[in-house]
């Protein structure tokens, strides 16, 4: 299985500021053919379900506040929030698409 | 819009077989991915496994010889079947659409399943 790997765990950033968070794979999910990385950011509040936020390591879906960014590719990404607001308070997940089965971080939390 | 709802029992005694059904609206089952994930309380995401429209399945190891997706497409609807449940597999389990089975795009609210006698 390929394990992804989050960091930090939990982070506190003060409004209008940057939070940044972090993914690892244990191998590459670039697909040579493409030239994609298959990860994909979620968000999830308390009691919903996650939200897509940004798919194919950078790609933003559609309705998603252009504060938020995905970057990286291979095995090293991040999700930036550019200047956090207070609904942004939630736990991101990042995820593998690129093999079964598919695995998720282990969620970093973003407090204020 | 797209909405996926789960339903089934809320409890499930140890040993016996969770059942689960995720109802589409606003998109047809066909053509797509449908995966089952789940959230133990307080933790992080594990995928179950998918069906695509077909009928072709795709399951987690760590569970495969327990889990059992199936599709009916004129009810628009997929289902989940987990056997010998135990205290482990309490969770809240959610369906969510794989878009051409990359992504997952729309998820159902998701349903809690508590194992216990």
């Known amino acids: 299985d390929i394990v992804m790997t989050q960091s930090p765990d939990s982070l506190a950033v003060s409004l209008g500021e940057r939070a940044t968070i972090n993914c690892k794979s244990s191998?590459?999910?670039?697909?040579?053919?493409?030239?994609?990385?298959?990860l994909a950011w979620y968000q999830q509040k308390p009691g919903q379900p996650p939200k897509l936020l940004i798919y194919w390591a950078s790609t933003r879906e559609s309705g998603v506040p252009d504060r938020f960014s995905g970057s990286g590719s291979g095995t090293d990404f991040t999700l930036t929030i550019s200047s956090l607001q207070a609904e942004d308070v939630a736990v991101y997940y990042c995820q593998q698409y690129y093999t079964t089965p598919r695995t998720f971080g282990q969620g970093t939390t973003v407090e204020i | 819009q797209v909405q996926l709802q789960e339903s089934g029992p809320g409890l499930v005694k140890p040993s016996e077989t969770l059942s689960l059904t995720c109802t589409a609206s606003g998109v047809l089952i066909s053509n797509y991915y449908w995966s089952w994930i789940r959230q133990p309380p307080g933790k992080g995401l594990e995928w179950i496994g998918y069906i695509y429209y077909s009928g072709n399945t795709n399951y987690n190891p760590s569970l495969k010889s327990r889990v059992t997706i199936s599709v009916d497409t004129s009810k628009n609807q997929v289902s989940l079947k987990l056997n010998s449940v135990t205290a482990a597999d309490t969770a809240v389990y959610y369906c969510?659409?794989?878009?051409?089975?990359?992504?997952?795009?729309?998820w159902g609210q998701g349903t809690l399943v508590t194992v216990s006698s």
């Open positions: 191998q590459s999910l670039l697909y040579s053919s493409n030239h994609k990385s298959y």
């Open positions: 969510a659409r794989e878009y051409s089975g990359f992504h997952f795009d729309y």
